[in-house]
DNA sequence: AATTTAAAAGACAAAAACATCTTTTAATCT
DNA sequence: AGATTAAAAGATGTTTTTGTCTTTTAAATT
């Protein structure tokens, strides 16, 4: 499904969400510490997203990682394109370079279901309403 | 979602579940060519099938692999566990070794209904169900 | 029995994913 | 200004996945 780098990216991001703001960020190893994920590998990871404009940071002391306000309000899938790229959403579920509707794959149908079902994961849920949901419901972020 | 080695390998069986039979084999040389998958690598992967018991295969001449009756009665899902493992279908869709209705990940919930959807692509329906269901189809194979 | 055909098996190679380490840069604090 | 802190950047290493090639084994045909 998603590599381990965007696992990775998305539970970041969400704790970013749960427990940073511009005020209180997160340094790369107290963030690795959390999620029990590589240090370095995490910080690469943050890298890319920083660079993406998903994550915010700051460097120097009292710097670190944060969500701003703005960076909750984009949806889940960001993350995912940011790190897996936009094609894991439209691919074919064989890796048929030519399927769709016109030239379908054997499981193309069937296929539509699963792609909904993902979509209303990480298309139609801004980050900050994960994190809402799950801290409804004492879910560990 | 499905390996490369995974989606080489539903594809093969789903062709060679509309096309042969224990009189009418085929090689792996004509297989890959119908594909348009690598040779070598789609040999690797028959083999290990083979090995498991969900293709029939005859050594030396007018030797070739086949899906039995009995091979076609078998739901999807065995090629996909015999390639990439069990684990597709119940492991974490963020990896956590500890995901589960008691200590769920932010996704865990969401990701229900994305699980049952692969279910019934992979786990409803018998190999032959979905071959004759393409056929109708007019899809290719 | 000898030859041919094709799968089985295993060794090997390249690429991508995963992971670590070191150096540089920028910000803060004294 | 100098020291310190932490991200940015880059180099490097490891593992897994993907892909190729060669040898062996078994079956059929002559």
Same mark, same amino acid.
Request: charged letters at 25%.
């Given at each position: 499904? $998603? ?5 990775? =990216? /998305? !539970? %970041?991001?969400?704790?970013? =969400? =749960?427990?940073? %703001?511009?005020? !209180? ?5 107290? @963030?690795?510490?959390?999620?029990e994920v590589p240090k370095h $590998?995490?910080?690469?990871? @943050?890298? &890319? @997203?920083?660079?993406?404009? /998903?994550?915010s940071s700051a460097k120097g #002391? ?9 960076? !909750?309000?984009?949806?889940?899938? !960001?993350?995912?394109? *940011?790190?897996?790229? #936009?094609?894991? $959403? ?5 890796? @048929? #370079?030519?399927?769709? *509707?016109?030239? #379908? ?5 069937? *296929?539509?279901?699963?792609?909904? %079902? ?9 980050? *900050?309403?994960?994190?809402?949901? %799950?801290? &409804? ?5």
């Open positions: 499904m $998603f590599s381990k780098s965007c696992k990775y =990216a /998305i !539970r %970041a991001v969400l704790h970013l =969400a =749960a427990f940073t %703001a511009e005020e !209180r960020k997160l340094g790369v190893q107290a @963030l690795a510490d959390s999620l $590998f995490l910080g690469k990871i @943050l890298q &890319e @997203l920083s660079r993406q404009g /998903i994550v #002391p009292t710097g670190g990682f944060f969500l701003s306000d703005a960076d !909750r309000q984009a949806p889940l899938s !960001r993350v995912v394109e *940011a790190i897996d790229g #936009p094609e894991v $959403f439209s691919s074919c579920i064989l890796g @048929l #370079p030519v399927c769709g *509707a016109d030239n #379908p794959c054997p499981l193309h149908f069937q *296929a539509l279901e699963y792609r909904e %079902a993902l979509q209303e994961i990480i298309e139609d849920r801004s980050i *900050a309403q994960v994190v809402e949901g %799950a801290l &409804e419901k004492d879910l560990k972020l």
